[in-house]
Nanobody, 124 residues
Framework: QVQLVESGGGLVQAGGSLRLSCAASGRTFSRNTMAWFRQAPGKEREFVVGISWYGDSASYADSVKGRFTISRDNAKNTVYLQMNSLKPEDTAVYYC?????????????????WGQGTQVTVSS
C-alpha cells in the first residue's frame, strides 16, 4: 500500500516557478512508477509527466516539455515536479500517482494510488 501527500502548490504569476513535492509512505516506493496528473475545472484529468522506478527515464506531455522537470529521491520516498515558465493554462489541481508497473503510462486507470491533490493557480 502506498499513500501519497502532495505539497507546494500556490498562486504564481505567469512566467514564474513552483516546485511540487509528493511524499509517499510504504516500503515499496522505489518499486513504483510515479507520475503527476492535473485537472482543470470542467476538464478531464490529464497526464503531465511520469518517471520510472529508478528515475532513469521520464515521459512528458508535449504541453510541458522544456518547462517542467520530474525527479525522485527514493531514499526520501519523495517525487518532485519543478515547474518553470508557468502559464495561465497550467492552472489546475495537480495530483501525484503511483503504479506498481515498471513503465510510465499516461492512462489514469493504470495508477493504483493517488494523492489528494494540490492547487496550482497561474495568474496572467
Amino acid at each position: 500500500q502506498v499513500q501519497l501527500v502532495e505539497s507546494g502548490g500556490g498562486l504564481v504569476q505567469a512566467g514564474g516557478s513552483l516546485r511540487l513535492s509528493c511524499a509517499a509512505s510504504g516500503r515499496t516506493f522505489s518499486r513504483n512508477t510515479m507520475a503527476w496528473f492535473r485537472q482543470a475545472p470542467g476538464k478531464e484529468r490529464e497526464f503531465v509527466v511520469g518517471i520510472s522506478w529508478y528515475g532513469d527515464s521520464a515521459s512528458y506531455a508535449d504541453s510541458v516539455k522544456g518547462r517542467f522537470t520530474i525527479s525522485r529521491d527514493n531514499a526520501k520516498n519523495t517525487v518532485y515536479l519543478q515547474m518553470n515558465s508557468l502559464k495561465p493554462e497550467d492552472t489546475a489541481v495537480y495530483y501525484c500517482a503511483a503504479r506498481s508497473g515498471s513503465s510510465v503510462t499516461s492512462t489514469t486507470l493504470q495508477y493504483e494510488h493517488w494523492g489528494q491533490g494540490t492547487q496550482v493557480t497561474v495568474s496572467s
